[in-house]
Nanobody, 132 residues
């Protein structure tokens, strides 16, 4: 069964850090691009960043830009999102998603409507809550 499972969310104070993990089971990520998305209460889902598992190339949107780093561990079939200097407005459910990539760069935009159909597999999300 193909699955993406997020973990690492939780409650953190403003200014704190969290590292989210996205682990795949039932398939290997070698030929995938993995993206992170988030959805705050009452808001549309938005894209955060993506990574091409083949070469590690990355792309960031303005969401969390400069405060986040996406990385991969192919041996663990896992992608990470390191988030620093967190703010209360970063409170959201964070999702990872993946698709089989055939082009040179992973695809990601802040407006999820542009890329939503590209991502084939989605995780269930992990809650991140930042207190002020």
């Amino acid at each position: 069964q193909v699955q993406l499972v997020e973990s690492g969310g939780g409650l953190v104070q403003s200014g704190g850090s969290l590292r989210l993990s996205c682990t795949a089971s039932g398939f290997t990520l070698d030929h995938y691009a993995i993206g992170w998305f988030r959805q705050a209460p009452g808001k549309e889902r938005e894209g955060v960043s993506c990574i091409d598992m083949r070469d590690g190339s990355t792309l960031y949107t303005d969401s969390l830009k400069g405060r986040s780093t996406i990385s991969r561990d192919s041996a663990k079939n896992t992608v990470y999102l390191q988030m620093n200097s967190l703010k209360p407005e970063d409170t959201a459910v964070y999702y990872c998603a993946g698709y089989t990539t055939v082009q040179a760069m992973c695809v990601m935009t802040e407006d999820v409507s542009v890329v939503y159909g590209i991502y084939e597999h989605w995780g269930q999300g992990t809650q991140v809550t930042v207190s002020s």
